[in-house]
């Protein structure tokens, strides 16, 4: 996307389509503030938006190394009963072994 | 109470002159008296604390050796502890109880630490003032009207306020090392890959790091020694061999390239501040360091990279509060409604500010403007970096340009708040080690100058940050040290640790 693309500021669509995205319901005023805050935070970015990065590879880690493979082995875990213990809403109540229950999605 | 140096309180377990109840009991008891004013701790953990000061008197052959046996120390809130309540200072996680202990704590347990409280941050460790924790803002033991720093304020104001004399910080963009500087005690960000990230609570995971806060550089670097090392659990925790760190605290800086970055330190930053930093690098160099000048050209793009990298980041590790497994759940018959209420119920604002942001960097049209672009420009602060430690051996600057500022000042405009990080994120962002050591105080009230050995009224303190290469702790550590040495500012107590 080119530079003059970019909106000189957030409307309450954008802020609400960005929030659907993050499954964040806002507050009504929520939204004006945000609309104006983010926008203010991308205009201060908007510098980093001009430096010339041409043939500049980016950096998304900067571990030295790539991680090392492990063995494929089996190790101790957490139990079923210590992985649901912090569980809103858990059904232990089966003998092969508990799940965490959500609200009907389909039907 | 007094909380000795940690290695006071060591050495006393280990011969027996003291028991580790006892000085439990102590810091338990510093806490109570301390916390209704300071709001540093989210739980206390008297009882565990207890038994398992319990258990090292039962059997104090087997802690003989131990390098923490018996030392009271807090956790921040954002590194799990077993059957201990992590609430990441946020109403998501308030009844969270985890199932298992972050590597940091194990290895601290292991060595003898006795884990007396957690500490509060800032929710989900985003902001730079502690006011974003769902529990109230942690206040500075040295003004209760101001900030601690963030996000790491409560285990900074804890250790400032003499109750332990370690406690474990994490370091997103400057989280250990502002408030550090702050609350007027030592805070080391190690290497990327030092210390295993194993049960932090995630915020931006290529720049989140576990690290040490005490009163001073010895203290920071014995706890450091414990921390550091590879961890099965961690795969970016690195195999580097990790030395003793403490065996590095010569005194001996003679000939030690310290790089200044003049013409980043020369703007915006409070004159106290500015006067305080020159006179450090001072007494380096009557230690026998030298100075040279080094330039960090893109390092004035370091914020906005930050913000973009690390809110992209963030988006991706909060999507996992849903409702589902653990944490807060606000029913809906509908499960879309579900995750949305209960993540407006469970985020606060700042929270909320950032998943929004980072959700747009990465959105479809903006990613490559925003998001990749952030990517591009940390690897020339990286590169930067890169080229300062060709002709320096660290990177000095002040830890924070300003001292600690009033509760409430900047929490309108979170714009203003993000600029109080302008010194710490670019060794976040290009994984480097650094630490905060105090170098001084503001005027206050007109008395104390620059140089004085102790602060004037209403003084506060100032940080001096060293950054050294990648896996280079060693170097910075000594020369921290050896600053300490010349100077009284570590050893210097706000009021209320007199008591």
Known sequence: MLAFDMPAELSRDDVLKIAALANLRLEADEIDRFARQLADILAYADEVRQVDTTGVAPTASVMARPAADRADEVQPSLTIADTLANAPDPDDSREEGGFFKVPRVIG | MTIASLTGL???????????????????????ALNPSLNAFNTVAAERALAHAAVIDADRDRWREAPL?????????????????????????????PPYDATAVSRLEAAGAVIVGKTNCDEFAMGSS??????????????????????????????AARIVPLALGSDTGGSIRQPAALCGVVGVKPTYGRVSRYGLIAHASSLDQVGPIAASVRDAALGLTVLAGADPADATSAPEPVPDFAAALTGDVRGLRIGVPRALVGAGVDADVSRAFLAALEVLAARGAVLVDIDLPHARYAIPVYYLVSTAEASSNLARYDGVRYGLRVNDANLRAMYARTRDAGFGPEVKRRIMLGTYVLSAGYYDAYYLKAQQ????????????????????????????????ERVADPLQMYLADVFTVS??????????????????????KPGDSCPGEGGLPIGLQ???????????????DAYERDTGWSSQRPPIANR
């Open chain 2, 69 to 97: 046996a018996g030392v009271p120390i807090a956790v921040k809130d954002n590194l799990c502890t077993k059957g201990l309540r992590t609430t990441a200072s946020s109403r998501m996680l308030e009844a969270y109880v």
């Open chain 2, 427 to 448: 060794a976040s962002l290009a994984g480097l080690p650094a630490v905060s050591v105090p170098c001084g105080f503001t005027r206050g009230h007109g008395a104390a």
């Open chain 2, 466 to 480: 060293l950054t050294g290469r990648r896996f280079d702790e060693s170097t910075m550590l000594r020369a921290a």
């Open chain 2, 130 to 159: 502690n006011e974003n924790s769902a529990f109230g803002p942690v206040h500075n033991p040295w003004a209760l009207d101001r900030t601690p720093g963030g996000t790491s304020g409560g285990s900074a104001a804890a250790v």
């Open chain 2, 10 to 32: 060591r050495d006393a377990v280990r011969s027996g002159a003291r028991s580790a109840t006892e000085i439990c009991r102590e810091a338990l008891d510093a806490i109570h």
């Open chain 2, 377 to 408: 420009v940390r690897t020339l602060i990286l590169d930067d970096y890169d080229r300062a430690f060709e002709r320096a051996d660290l990177v000095a600057m002040p830890t924070s340009p300003t001292g600690a500022f009033p509760l409430g």
